[in-house]
């Protein structure tokens, strides 16, 4: 069964330090893989995506990802934290033969500490 | 543009009761989505409108969950009755079809509507 875990359902960093936010997916085709944001009171926000093409992907808000193929992983990493990072991040997951089904991770709560 | 809509933003009711959540999706998006995350755990796909024709309702829990979209533009999702297991986000989403990218659909995502079954 296709699956997306999220390791941590709260990662608190200090600002201006690296973010890592880790995520890996269970599935027997190739998938297309998302990071979403959520921040409060708001819609999911679609930070980058990948879809077979480069496997490091450049997002918004200086977010990048990449797809490693032989560890079933697409973590996201930002190299230096703000406070306006403060969010839920969740990876998605949607496959070819279904692709409008996302399947989403239980999400990621991001701290930033001043 | 504007976004995707949804109302309330949240709503209290008791067991038993009736709930409507309204989405309004962004002008023009043929397609429709419902999910919804309970109690902080995965945001569940629960079903996906073409137009006014449901596409896929594989995850819609039971029949005491009702989704229209008379008209093919804003959709309701009634809940009658409601169970306390049922309290949670709804999230409604709304795409195009993406040109280019085959199969990627990117959803663009409303606040969500938060219920509470008490």
């Known amino acids: 069964a296709q699956s997306v875990t999220q390791l941590g359902s709260h990662v608190s960093v200090s600002e201006g330090a690296l973010v890592l936010l880790r995520c890996n997916y269970s599935?027997?085709?190739?998938?297309?893989l998302f990071w979403y944001v959520q921040y409060p009171n708001q819609g999911l926000q679609l930070l980058l995506k990948?879809?077979?093409?480069?496997?490091l992907v450049k997002g918004i808000n200086g977010f990048e990802a990449e797809f490693k193929k032989s560890e079933t992983s697409f973590h996201l990493t930002k190299p230096s934290a703000h406070m306006s990072d403060a969010a839920e991040y969740f990876c998605?997951?949607?496959?070819?033969?279904?692709?409008?089904?996302?399947?989403f991770g239980s999400g990621t709560r991001l701290s930033i500490r001043p | 543009e504007a976004g995707v809509t949804q109302f309330p933003s949240h709503s209290v009711i008791e067991k038993g009761q009736t709930v409507t959540l309204r989405c309004d999706p962004i002008?023009?998006?043929?397609?429709l989505y419902w999910y919804r995350r309970v109690m902080g755990k995965e945001i569940k796909f629960l079903l996906h409108?073409?137009?006014?024709?449901?596409?896929?309702e594989s995850g819609m829990p039971n029949n005491r969950f009702l989704a229209e979209r008379t008209g093919g533009t804003y959709s309701t999702l009634k809940v009658q009755p409601a169970e306390l297991e049922d309290s949670g986000v709804y999230f409604c989403?709304?795409?195009?079809?993406?040109?280019?990218?085959?199969?990627?659909?990117?959803?663009?995502f409303g606040a969500g509507s938060r219920l509470t079954v008490l």
């Open positions: 989403a709304s795409s195009q079809e993406e040109t280019g990218i085959s199969g990627a659909n990117v959803l663009t």
């Open positions: 599935s027997s085709v190739p998938p297309y």
């Open positions: 990948y879809t077979s093409a480069a496997t």
């Open positions: 998605a997951v949607s496959f070819y033969s279904s692709a409008s089904k996302i399947i």
């Open positions: 002008s023009g998006h043929d397609n």
């Open positions: 409108f073409v137009k006014e024709s449901k596409q896929d």
